[in-house]
């Protein structure tokens, strides 16, 4: 069984920037969160892609944004970069809708803003 | 606004000894998550308590919660070096799939 993956492990990217995020979800998953973790906090919810449609999100504005395809894997895009962006990117995934089992987690993406 | 709120944010412990990590929560969330992380790494599942009174253990750690009280704990016994990690525990938000997070509580076990 293939765990939760992500690319790139690392990116530099300077103030403006865009940037894209890729995740593939356990085998057998079809919901995919993603996760801000900035440095010494815990991760704070971004959105949640059940069957290619976002099916919840927290408190993180239009600019980032992002889709599930078919296999169930997932892109998070973050538009005009800020410093504040920097963190590590998690992505996890479940079975199900919600989080009513339990979200596997992936490596992350550690994401520098400069 | 749901807030998660661990205690100890530090906890540094010897080899041996025995400790409680408190997690309070202002949510009705029925399910509370412990994840441990090692650093540099992601999150792993530890524990996922589904209702009042529930109580898990494996090796050294015990999770328990008490949702009326709307608080967990996580207890160690004789903590090893290879327990040493950030803890976090965790309850499902308002929206589908979000969970809320503490700010995690960095054990530090010292032979």
Request: aromatic letters at 10%.
């Amino acid at each position: 069984e293939t765990g939760v993956t992500q690319s790139p492990t690392h990116l530099i990217k300077t103030r403006g920037q865009q940037v894209t995020l890729r995740c593939s979800s356990q085998s057998g998953h079809n919901t995919v969160s993603w996760y801000q973790q900035a440095l010494g906090q815990g991760p704070q919810f971004i959105f949640q892609y059940y069957r290619e449609e976002e099916n919840g999100r927290g408190n993180f504005p239009p600019r980032f944004s992002g889709l599930q395809f078919p296999n169930y894997s997932s892109e998070l895009n973050v538009n005009a970069l800020e410093l504040d962006d920097s963190a590590l990117y998690l992505c996890a995934s479940s079975t199900g809708q919600g989080a009513l089992e339990t979200q596997y987690f992936g490596p992350g993406t550690r994401l520098l803003v400069l | 606004e749901l807030k998660v709120e661990q205690n100890p944010l530090f906890l540094s412990m010897q080899e041996g000894k025995n400790y409680t990590i408190y997690c309070n929560y202002s949510t009705t969330s029925d399910r509370l998550y412990w994840y441990r992380q090692d650093p540099g790494k992601s999150l792993e599942s530890l524990f996922v308590l589904l209702s009042n009174g529930a109580v898990k253990q494996e090796g050294r750690l015990m999770a328990s919660l008490d949702t009326k009280a709307r608080l967990s704990t996580l207890h160690i016994t004789a903590a090893v070096h290879d327990l040493s990690a950030t803890y976090f525990c965790a309850v499902d938000g308002e929206s589908q799939g979000n969970l809320i997070f503490g700010k995690g509580t960095k054990l530090s076990v010292k032979p």
